[in-house]
């Protein structure tokens, strides 16, 4: 028996760094061993471009212990939705109600029945509105660019306001926002929507992609300034 064979990690495993969370990720696509805040989730991710190299990510961690106390320590408290709440969506508020029948959004609430899965349905309500009014804007800055219509879809994603995918021969173009967008207020949001629709004609974020963002939205600046300050917040709220 080898009392000194070094611990094995995989993909997925967490760690206890000083009393924080710390979750290992393997992903090909990066270059060196890296940290990052999921603020969904309220822990750091270790990332190590593969397998073998996971026992560097853990060495990096705890090297980096104080760094990820501060970093989770400046997270906001996770905000859990409630009846009798309100809910902004692009800037205007909704109140958050219990009610009988199916979920429903009116001109000023959010209404679902009072059951276990209240939270969730009030949150999928305000995910349908934020693929509705996303779409909308989409078709509005691709009408201005002259490009045709992508396909819109929303995630959740973690690191990432929106992506686009241009068009290609036999693939058209398709551009996916996180729902939480509409959580900001309208101007901010649809600042990422000008920037994804941008990326249909320029894939870069060359001084003519800048110049196509300010075409359709206006100064970039405020915006991205307003999603930096807010974006954990807007990642704390669940159901």
Not at 36 to 42: G, I, T
Not at 64 to 92: C, E, H, M, T, Y
Not at 107 to 113: R, V
């Amino acid at each position: 028996m080898n009392l000194f064979r070094p611990q094995r990690y995989a993909d997925g495993d967490r760690l206890d760094v000083r009393g924080c969370a710390v979750r290992l990720k393997v992903d090909g696509r990066a270059r060196r061993i890296s940290l990052r805040v999921d603020r969904a989730k309220s822990e750091v991710v270790a990332l190590a471009p593969s397998p073998r190299r996971l026992s560097e990510a853990v060495a990096f961690a705890h090297e980096k212990a104080d760094w990820i106390a501060g970093q989770l320590a400046a997270l906001p408290n996770r905000q859990v939705i409630a009846p009798g709440g309100i809910l902004r969506l692009l800037g205007k508020p909704y109140r958050l109600e219990v009610g009988p029948g199916r979920p429903k959004m009116t001109e000023d609430a959010l209404i679902a029945p009072d059951d276990s899965a209240w939270g969730l349905r009030i949150l999928r309500l305000a995910k349908r509105e934020a693929l509705t009014r996303l779409t909308e804007r989409t078709a509005h800055h691709a009408a201005a660019l002259g490009r045709p219509m992508p396909s819109v879809a929303i995630a959740d994603p973690k690191a990432r306001w929106g992506s686009c995918r241009p068009a290609r021969p036999g693939h058209p173009a398709a551009i996916r926002y996180s729902w939480r967008l509409v959580l900001a207020p309208f101007e901010v949001a649809d600042y990422v929507v000008a920037h994804e629709c941008a990326h249909l004609i320029e894939a870069n974020h060359g001084p003519r992609f800048w110049a196509l963002c300010e075409k359709l939205s206006g100064d970039p600046a405020p915006h991205r300034r307003w999603l930096r300050a807010h974006a954990a917040e807007l990642h704390a709220i669940s159901a």
